[in-house]
């Protein structure tokens, strides 16, 4: 009962891979037929025959072989989404008040065997890294420590 589990199990696998992969594979096995080269006729009228029909008509490998551009992308690998970072405002006019800078926010903290990671507005920031014109000093399993100058910034795990 198990051999035959097993055997439908491949032959499942083997038809879906066939499935999956047949542009891929297609034109390897089957080598594209030239078309057929037939001399214009000098007919007059409006009507093709059938040898002219035959002659436009586009051979579905020939097609597929030189113009298919299949990209195929690796099942296991990680995928992770980054994104850009946002441009800056445009200049306020003169006599406007300057917007204030966005302040860091704390978004995790990652602490392994000897490695410290903080996720601070998008970055991710070793200690002594910079962020936003903050040095990182020192990150804890709640809290991380930011120095600008002569002015420290904590920055808390919020729920903690």
């Not at 008509?57 to 980054?82: G, H, Q």
């Amino acid at each position: 009962m198990n051999k035959i589990i097993l055997t439908l199990i491949l032959l499942a696998t083997v038809i879906y891979a066939g499935f999956t992969y047949w542009p891929v594979v297609s034109p390897l096995i089957f080598k594209p037929r030239p078309a057929p080269v037939i001399a214009p006729t000098s007919k007059p009228s409006g009507k093709t025959t059938t040898a002219e029909a035959v002659a436009k008509k586009i051979d579905l490998f020939e097609l597929a072989a030189p113009t298919a551009e299949v990209k195929l992308v690796d099942p296991f690998s990680l995928r992770i989404t980054v994104k850009s970072k946002e441009e800056p405002p445009p200049p306020a006019a003169p006599g406007e008040p300057k917007p204030k800078p966005a302040e860091p926010k704390l978004q995790g903290i990652w602490l392994d065997s000897g490695t410290k990671v903080a996720f601070i507005s998008d970055q991710v920031v070793a200690p002594g890294g910079t962020v936003m014109g903050w040095k990182v000093t020192s990150i804890l399993e709640d809290r991380v420590t930011l120095q600008k100058g002569s002015s420290t910034k904590i920055l808390k795990l919020e729920g903690r």
